[in-house]
């Protein structure tokens, strides 16, 4: 899943992922410990390996309900 240029960098979808995978730009992210650099510099970004694609929580991608701009595919 990825976040493009339609982002208007509400943090909605932040808000709303169940896995915490969704960070604001600029922002650094962690997995097991690792501090890794921002994968965007414009826009909020999903770490793929921290995605669950709401398994288990949810039928459809919670991020994709929530974006009002269409910015998550």
Do not use: H, R, W
Not at 34 to 60: A, M, Q
Request: hydrophobic share 35%.
């Amino acid at each position: 899943m990825q976040i493009n240029d339609n982002c208007i960098n509400c943090g909605a979808c932040q808000l709303e992922c169940p896995a915490k995978a969704i960070f604001k730009y600029n922002s650094q992210y962690k997995i097991a410990s690792v501090s890794y650099p921002p994968l965007s510099k414009k826009t909020y970004y999903i770490v793929n390996d921290l995605c669950t694609k709401c398994k288990g929580v949810s039928k459809s991608f919670l991020c994709l309900d929530i974006c009002p701009m269409n910015a998550i595919s």
